[in-house]
């Protein structure tokens, strides 16, 4: 049967679309880090992490237990440590931790750190300063790299009613191959456990 020219178009427009949507999908597994990194950086949701320019300068007395928990994905082949288990400093001070790294595999290989805090309600005043969240690191065979984070708990803390039970607040970071279906499925289960959309292109402006 001959297809008239409206159905020739209409058939073109279809096939059009489609082949976008299927570029789109591609392109955002491609961007689900950066865009969730960006999420992140933004929002202090679900047991994320905010970024700030500096510490504050207000120092208060109330003490807070800060511990360092690590993983490393059964899929990439790193020893993935911190240089202590744990810190007790004030709310409102500065504190510094360092990462170590190391690749015991005979090959280079790279990884990205996923992190977040608990409880989830105290992410929204962890505030770091530096930290290696999200970057791209690779590391050759037998060789390690030490990541510092500079962090410090909002003054806000003090005040907000919901942190009055928090004594201690966990951060913790897990690492997965680059580009990998663990590092996607790690971001994906963020996502589900939030109950929040992934953030869109659009919002990276």
């Not at 966990?170 to 456990?193: D, G, H, K, V």
Request: include cysteine; hydrophobic fraction near 40%; charged fraction near 20%.
């Amino acid at each position: 049967m001959n297809q008239t020219p409206d159905m020739h178009a209409r058939n073109r427009r279809t096939g059009v679309l489609v082949l976008l949507a299927v570029m789109g999908m591609i392109g955002l597994s491609f961007a689900s880090v950066p865009l969730y990194s960006l999420f992140c950086k933004v929002t202090g949701f679900g047991g994320t992490t905010m970024l700030a320019d500096k510490a504050p300068d207000e120092i208060t007395d109330r003490d807070i237990t800060v511990r360092f928990n690590t993983d490393t994905s059964a899929e990439l082949p790193w020893d993935f440590k911190a240089e202590k288990k744990y810190v007790n400093i004030k709310v409102g001070q500065q504190a510094l931790i360092t990462y170590q790294a190391r690749n015991w595999s005979g090959q280079t290989s790279g990884g990205t750190a996923v992190y977040n805090v608990t409880p989830p309600k105290a992410g929204k005043h962890f505030r770091k300063i530096e930290c290696f969240c999200f970057g791209e690191q690779l590391l050759n065979a037998g060789q390690s790299v030490d990541m510092p984070v500079l962090f410090f708990i909002d003054p806000a803390f003090v005040t907000d009613p919901d942190m009055e039970d928090v004594t201690t607040i966990t951060l913790s970071y897990t690492f997965y191959p680059l580009e990998s279906a663990a590092l996607e499925r790690a971001i994906e289960a963020f996502y589900n456990q939030s109950g929040s959309a992934k953030p869109s292109a659009a919002t990276s402006n």
